[in-house]
């Protein structure tokens, strides 16, 4: 018996690419719910001057959440050989955003 040679590893076919816009529209739907806690503790603290621009940041970057998960899934159909495309960038961008407005977030904790 000879032994076989690997498999190439291409693009799922398969449900990961609704997984991924799933996960990315959890993540869009939580930075919303976040925002809306920052807006109440602003109201019940009377801090709305630190709350309105740092939920206006997580709603931000929830619609950019929501608009990458769309993208990513539609690119699904236009992948090549070399498998899925990666978006660093965006990547980065959200994830600084989010940190932004977690450290805004904390601040508006510790202030009250």
Same mark, same amino acid.
């Given at each position: 018996?000879?032994?076989?040679?690997?498999?190439?590893?291409?693009?799922?076919?398969?449900?990961?690419?609704?997984?991924?816009?799933?996960?990315?529209?959890?993540?869009?739907?939580?930075?919303? %719910? @976040? &925002?809306?806690?920052? +807006?109440? /503790?602003?109201? !019940?603290?009377?801090? =709305?001057?630190? $709350?309105?621009?740092? #939920? *206006?940041?997580?709603?931000?970057?929830?619609?950019?959440?929501?608009?990458?998960?769309?993208?990513?899934?539609?690119?699904?159909?236009?992948?090549?050989?070399?498998? %899925? @495309? &990666?978006?660093?960038? +965006?990547? /980065?961008?959200? !994830?600084?955003?989010? =940190?932004?407005? $977690?450290?805004?977030? #904390? *601040?508006?904790?510790?202030?009250?």
């Amino acid at each position: 018996m000879s032994p076989q040679a690997p498999k190439a590893h291409g693009w799922d076919e398969g449900a990961a690419s609704e997984r991924t816009l799933l996960a990315w529209e959890r993540t869009a739907i939580a930075s919303l %719910a @976040v &925002a809306a806690l920052v +807006v109440r /503790a602003g109201i !019940v603290y009377s801090l =709305l001057g630190l $709350a309105i621009p740092i #939920a *206006a940041v997580l709603v931000l970057a929830s619609v950019g959440e929501w608009l990458f998960s769309l993208r990513i899934y539609g690119e699904r159909e236009q992948v090549g050989e070399t498998g %899925a @495309v &990666a978006h660093e960038r +965006v990547h /980065a961008v959200l !994830v600084g955003i989010t =940190l932004i407005a $977690a450290a805004g977030s #904390a *601040a508006l904790s510790i202030i009250r």
